[in-house]
């Protein structure tokens, strides 16, 4: 499967007429990829957004407020606005807007994954109960009330163990114990995590407790067409993600496991989506392997977070975003076969908690070899926090070359020049 | 919606009224009662030779102004701005058009005399005197600036489509984007491109590309049409105090 054309529907002049609205977060990272994807398609396009945009007045309608925490009013909302501008697509850019996309598009006969569908990968517990009886392996697990007692919560637990939010992403709140007296601070903290998150529902009262699962990770970037899966991407993560907390630094594809490793990867992903019932759009899946096998440890009704698809090149200029517009809209596909022989990209970890007050090297990192670009993603003068508590990266370097050993080499060449100054809050508090 | 709140250049339309130089006097009574912007046509002369002069009239991104193309050149190069009649010294075409009542500012560059007219006066009187007053300016083979007059060198900022962006920002674009702490800066125009820089709250903000292409592009393509391309050369990396900031938040609709 991997690097295959995928299904490419006839041109159809009528859904480039209409528009394509994207549902994204004031927070996130992913707009401007989309948008720029959109110009590079000639599609019209449409931003809905949790805050009214401040320039909604000279938007043409191109922008609308929808709100993404009451779904049933959301929905309303892009129905009514597909009544003056007729929809051709959905797109919901983040995990905050997923699943509103998915029922709005329910609404509107839009293809598109089903809510209950989406729902199940926007909640970790349900993805665990949804995945349980479908013969892939999986870790066991519990869930718990966030006012249960921690004590004797970890009395009854197994070790090692890992705690999650329901809810949270970017490894935020996810947090490893081998022991009882870990496992309660770690649930202690993951109830403070959830309330300064403002999470709310179902997500805000529970941790789910997993079994730890040793491995190399790796994380699958597809493309859903009418159930047939295609891999776009499979990256490696070379830094080992053993805990107790588990901030994403490397990732570069291709993959170099093996082969056959890489058939089980597919047909376990694959096998995951059936029996989760996505069918339409992009995927993203994250999976540890060691001797017991394939785990697949969460996959999302998205393509991936943070400014990370910069990584991925395919053919005739086309970016991971250009692929996703192009389904939805019922655009050919063009084949997914990347552009350079070996991408990467790595998320600039946060060293310490504190004041960002400087960043060096960036020349230096820049013109280091097979590195293509580098992003720092957070100002000067703001607060870091770190995992578990934070879900920010500092940046995104890129590279590209020949090999993913060369690919990884430069990225942490590349890592190395960089020199953070950042002030400690407690410092600054005295 | 911007297009109604002012005129855009896509309101305007060809001139429709041709005349001749004698009949002037009786078009100009027709016309004054034209709501559309015409074009007038007349047997003018450059020194002595005679030749036919069709002016257009366009809107602008401005109510208060508006751009009258003679169809011949203006100035040989640069830009020459009159914002009053104190300041029309050096040259005879603004003065002549500082005659005519209601009109408080004279603007000239290679192509065109852009008028800026007095609150309470309307076009449908002005331009019709303004017509006239170009045409009989350019038939008795007057000069348009005076001998060793200096225009100002035309750059991206002082065209009139540069003029007209600023114009918009200033009034419209960035009072807008104020409350969010930011502003927006038309940092050059070259050929169908404008170049903008974002700051303050705008700059780094994870909705930076929302509010320029959904927003500044959008409006700047309606009020002028020419430019087809706006570019952000702003380095977001640089931004202190982004409004929306990527990262903060991340939390599932569940």
Redesign the interface.
Known sequence: MFGVAIHCAPVNDAATSRRLLLLV?????R??DF??AA?RLGVDV??G?D?R????????D??LSVD??D?DRGVARIVAYNATFQLAAIIGV???????AAKASQALGLPHNTPDSV?AT??KHRLRTCLANSGLPAPRFTLLAASDDPAQAARESFYPAVLKP?????S?GVIRVDDRAQFAAAFRRIGTILEN???T???ARHILVEEYVPGVEVALEGLLDKGCLTILALFDKPDPLEGPYFEETIYVTPSRLPEHVRDVITATVNRAVATLGLHEGPIHAELRINDEGVWLIEVAARSIG?LCSRALHFGAGERLEDLILRHALGLPVPAAEPERPATGVMMIPIPSAGILRGVAGIEAARATENIEDL????????ILVPVPEG???L?FIYAAGDTPEAVEAALRSAHGQLKFTIEALLHREQ | MLAGSFPTCRDSHALTVFFHRSLRSDIVGAVSKIKQPYLGRATCRRGKTPFAMFIQTQATATPARMKFLPGCAVLSSGTADFPGADSSNGSPLAQALFEIDGVNGVYLDPTSITLSKADGKEWAELKPAALVAIMDHFDAGRPVVDDGFETTPETGLNSEEGKAIQRLFDEHINPQVASHGGHIALVDVRDDTAYIQMGGGCQGCGMADVTLKQGVAKAIQAQVPTITNVLDVTDHGGGINPYYQPGKGGTSAL
Not at chain 1, 94 to 100: C, G, K, N, S, V
Not at chain 1, 375 to 382: D, K, Q, W
């Open positions: 977060p004031t927070t996130s990272y707009i401007g948008l720029n110009e449409a931003v957004s805050e945009q401040v320039l909604e007045l000279y938007s043409d191109g922008t993404f925490d779904l983040d995990d905050e807007t997923t699943l509103i729902e926007a909640n329901l809810a949270l992403s970017a935020r998150a403002g999470v529902g179902d997500a943070g992003t720092i993603s957070v100002p000067l003068g703001e879900n920010r990266y940046g």
